[in-house]
């Protein structure tokens, strides 16, 4: 069992940033790849980024794709997703996800926090 808790989440204006962090526990870290997937009320979830277990390779959604930064501290057991350029269109209780597959997708997720809200005003 893996156990993930992010924070960071909270209230920030438009065009402002947040980091949001994730700590996992119980496994090795550096064994199973990491991503964030966010939901809007009313709204399906939707993929945001992973990146692989190594921190070499990641791949976010072209809706946020040059704002967010997803990252890995491994030494950490710690995953990272920088927001910048905040929209309110980014609201949503952002979700962290392990996968034992080399990228996390729709479909391959194993484990998942408990979530943490994002609140972009304008």
């Known amino acids: 069992q893996v156990q993930l808790v992010e924070s960071g989440g909270g209230l920030v204006q438009a065009g402002g940033s947040l980091r949001l962090s994730c700590a996992a526990s119980g496994r090795t870290f550096s064994s199973y790849a990491m991503g964030w997937f966010r939901q809007a009320p009313g709204k399906e979830r939707e993929f945001v980024a992973t990146?692989?277990?190594?921190?070499?390779?990641?791949h976010c959604a072209d809706s946020v794709k040059g704002r967010f930064t997803i990252s890995r501290d491994n030494a950490k057991n710690t995953v990272y997703l920088q927001m910048n350029s905040l929209k309110p269109e980014d609201t949503a209780v952002y979700y962290c996800?392990?996968?034992?597959?080399?990228?996390?997708?729709?479909?391959?997720?194993?484990?998942w926090g408990q979530g943490t809200q994002v609140t972009v005003s304008s």
């Open positions: 990146i692989t277990w190594s921190g070499g390779s990641t």
């Open positions: 996800a392990a996968s034992y597959d080399p990228t996390v997708v729709n479909g391959n997720v194993k484990y």
